[in-house]
């Protein structure tokens, strides 16, 4: 009984986070890579590289989160508890400017999430940066952006010899949008709102 019971109480803390990412993050100077991202809460984040000669430390966290920081060692993860944003430097290499965030939402569970498909959004440029997880050549992609009423606002293409795209979104009215983008076989979408 005291066995089941520990499984239980285990299978409660980890069930919020079933279906969560790892996201990761390489760097040495000058940057991180990628610099920014958008995760979900409950999604992991993984920082690999020399943090004694990078040493790390959160700048900015939403209220209720833990702060973190890393001198040693090759690797080191830490799992979103929080929506908001998130900042951090390297404490040797700040003054050049080497920074980075991530934002994490709470995530939309009548959206599909499609572990392969990387859309970054990127708040502080207002941008949205896709990664086809295809190699290249790929399929045609077809980038739709549409308001919540059905009206598409951007109509473009991620083409068979581009591994990326950036879309800029500075002059989109405040609101909530869905971003899909498709080859007619596979799609995959990310809800957001600005």
């Known amino acids: 009984m005291k066995t089941l019971l520990v499984f239980f109480i285990g299978f409660l803390l980890v069930c919020p986070w079933v279906g969560a990412t790892t996201h990761v993050i390489y760097f040495a100077y000058p940057s991180y890579s990628p610099s920014g991202l958008s995760v979900y809460v409950g999604d992991t984040i993984v920082w690999k590289g020399d943090f004694a000669k990078f040493p790390i430390s959160a700048t ?9 920081a890393k001198q040693d060692g090759d690797s080191f993860t830490y799992v979103v508890q929080f929506a908001g944003s998130y900042k951090y430097q390297c404490d040797t290499y700040k003054q050049d400017k080497m920074i980075g965030y991530f934002v994490a939402t709470v995530e939309d569970k009548t959206q599909k999430r499609d ?18 997880p295809d190699v290249i050549p790929h399929n045609n992609y077809v980038i739709t952006i549409a ?5 598409v606002i951007y109509k473009g293409e991620l083409k068979p010899d581009e591994k990326d795209k950036w879309i800029a979104t500075e ?10 983008a498709t080859d007619g076989t596979h799609s995959f979408g990310r809800k957001f709102t600005k």
């Open 60 to 68: 900015s966290l939403p209220a209720g989160a833990s702060s973190f």
């Open 115 to 132: 572990e392969n498909s990387m859309v970054y959004i990127n708040y502080f440029s207002h941008a949205f940066h896709l990664v086809t």
């Open 147 to 151: 308001k919540v009423n059905g009206e």
């Open 171 to 180: 002059h989109f009215a405040p609101g909530t949008y869905l971003l899909t």
